[in-house]
């Protein structure tokens, strides 16, 4: 179980890549604890290892010229019992190419699912809904739309101000503009459903409607929209959306690069099934 993770501050170096991008990848840790038993019952892990893969084939590198391989802890345990909260998710480690860098890249981080659901979830086919919007937040949705969780104010992205429940990404705002043919300036975020729901979630009725995967309750029937796709663009990465457009292909080149990792005690962001 995660209960306590502890302030601090350490060195990374990142091997540069070719003078274009970052290669981006996902590592999932079933032993965390090193303990020599996996913490995924192995009937599971095949549907962890497809969230994986897709989250792999839509990010498909990084903007800064940096590699990312995100180490996940993936856990089964006990949370809250039947239909309360499904899972929870978050990093506990950002690197940066350098610190004046424009992205903040997460590079460790866990996911918990509460082994009361894990089984019924996966016999009515939601375990790899769940999975992916609890990977989505390990990646960065809703935990990296700016650098204030790691004391960085003012550096990196910086497209969500907590409590405001507007997120101002160009990305993913263009998109969800030219859709729904509106020009507010913002996507509504959800404000609701206290810590971990809230401010980490597109809003429960927004106009893509309440099955979009990264709202914050989980429904019957569920769907990922080029909107969230294109968020991924919003914090540093160059992503693939559904008709095959490439975003955030455009950078600079850059060389040899190094990067600052940091930890700290976060909120885990949660999913909760919706009453």
Do not use: C
């Not at 501050?9 to 090193?34: E, N, Q, R």
């Not at 497209?159 to 043919?181: K, P, V």
């Not at 929209?225 to 008709?243: M, N, P, Q, R």
Request: proline share 1%.
């Amino acid at each position: 179980m995660y209960k306590h993770y502890l302030l601090s501050l350490v060195a990374a170096l990142f091997l540069p890549l070719s003078a274009h991008a970052g290669i981006f990848s996902i590592t999932l840790d079933y032993d965390a604890d090193g303990d020599g038993t996996d913490n995924v019952d192995a009937i599971y892990q095949s549907v962890f290892d497809d969230a994986l893969d897709f989250w792999e084939s839509v990010i498909i590198g990084t903007q800064d010229n940096i590699d990312v391989n995100l180490v996940i802890d993936a856990e089964v345990a006990a949370i809250d019992g039947n239909f309360g909260i499904l899972g929870s998710a978050t990093n506990f480690r950002a690197g940066a190419e350098s610190p004046t860098s424009d992205y903040l890249y997460a590079i460790e981080g866990f996911m918990n699912f509460d082994s009361a659901d894990v089984n019924r979830l996966n016999n009515d086919g939601s375990l790899y809904e769940l999975i992916l919007h609890e990977m989505a937040h390990v990646i960065g949705f809703g935990t990296l739309w700016n650098a204030d969780r790691y004391g960085l104010s003012g550096q990196f992205q910086d497209i969500y101000t907590d409590g405001s429940g507007q997120y101002t990404g160009a990305y993913a705002l263009s998109i969800y503009e030219d859709t729904f043919n509106t020009n507010d300036g913002y996507i509504p975020i959800e404000l609701d459903g206290g810590s971990g729901t809230a401010d980490a979630h597109w809003d429960e009725g927004w106009e893509a409607g309440s099955g979009e995967i990264m709202t914050g309750y989980l429904a019957s029937t569920t769907f990922i929209s080029d909107i969230t796709l294109a968020s991924f663009a919003d914090i540093g990465y160059i992503v693939e959306l559904s008709d095959g457009t490439i975003l955030g292909a455009s950078f600079s080149e850059v060389s040899s690069p190094t990067s600052a990792a940091l930890g700290l005690l976060t909120l885990a962001f949660i999913l909760l099934r919706r009453k």
